[in-house]
């Protein structure tokens, strides 16, 4: 750790982070208290977390919501603030200065902040196809005050405020492969596919995007009717591409929007699927 240090502990969330790990928590070295939350790699990322001074705490993945409750529930830290991470991110240094000066001055029942990230792909900032300024994470928060719900492409929960920060996370997550972001991604589709919500509504969920002023909300509604709309991928990439300016991103920008693609298309393939087997009909 550097000599400057910040009254906020780091949870990384990690399985065979070998490739990443090491940057992330360089990237940390400002907090007096950094915990790897590991489901029992296989790989070196607990040797090379050990060797830049974090904590190791273990526990076998079940699902995501699970992972971090337990990150947030049953792990002591030395601080009343958390900063949860997973190991393909990073924290710049206007993020961190924006972070200590937040904490330094939160009220009482201030008790998540939310932030952006800024996703790469060859080398290539995606501004425009991943949505930049309308997506929001949860990820500073006071400990006791927040949970997690959803199993996936979780929901952060708190019982007081919510505020936003102007500074974003750097996102690096095909620094595994896009072989391993396909495999990932094949297992996120199916746990879409039996999370996907009722979507007969759709004008229904288009009001309520349009009437909440929470942008995590609005993202939620707004999901929901699209997943409504038959061939909805092929709108998403039009959406991604076109609309917002996903040709902008170059090469890059392309490649991504077909890989979301491809990733949307599953889960339509796979909630039909599991719709058939509940009927008792041949896949």
Request: aromatic letters at 12%; a negative charge.
């Amino acid at each position: 750790m550097n000599d400057m240090s910040i009254p906020i502990s780091v949870v990384i969330l990690t399985y065979n982070e070998g490739v990443n790990i090491a940057r992330c928590l360089d990237s940390v070295r400002w907090s007096d208290d950094v915990v790897v939350l590991d489901s029992h790699s296989t790989d070196d990322t607990c040797r090379i977390a050990e060797e830049k001074g974090a904590r190791i705490e273990y526990r076998r993945f079940d699902n995501y919501a699970r992972q971090r409750n337990h990150a947030l529930q049953d792990i002591v830290y030395r601080n009343a603030w958390i900063l949860m991470l997973d190991a393909d991110e990073l924290v710049p240094d206007s993020l961190m200065g924006e972070m200590a000066i937040v904490v330094a001055n939160a009220s009482a029942d201030t008790t998540l902040f939310r932030m952006r990230r800024k996703d790469y792909l060859m080398g290539t900032w995606l501004k425009h196809c991943t949505n930049y300024s309308s997506v929001w994470f949860g990820r500073l928060m006071r400990l006791g005050r927040v949970w997690v719900e959803r199993e996936i492409n979780e929901e952060y929960q708190t019982d007081g405020v919510i505020q936003d920060l102007d500074g974003a996370l750097e996102h690096y997550p095909f620094n595994n492969g896009i072989s391993a972001w396909v495999e990932k991604h094949n297992r996120y589709s199916s746990m879409e596919a039996e999370l996907l919500p009722d979507t007969s509504g759709f004008f229904r969920c288009l009001t309520l995007a349009v009437k909440t002023e929470d942008p995590v909300k609005r993202r939620k509604w707004m999901k929901q009717a699209v997943y409504s709309i038959p061939g909805f991928p092929w709108y998403m990439w039009v959406a991604r591409y076109i609309v917002c300016g996903g040709f902008l991103d170059g090469r890059a920008g392309l490649m991504f929007c077909f890989l979301k693609l491809f990733y949307e298309y599953l889960i339509g393939c796979k909630s039909v699927e599991l719709e058939r087997r509940s009927r008792g009909l041949p896949v």
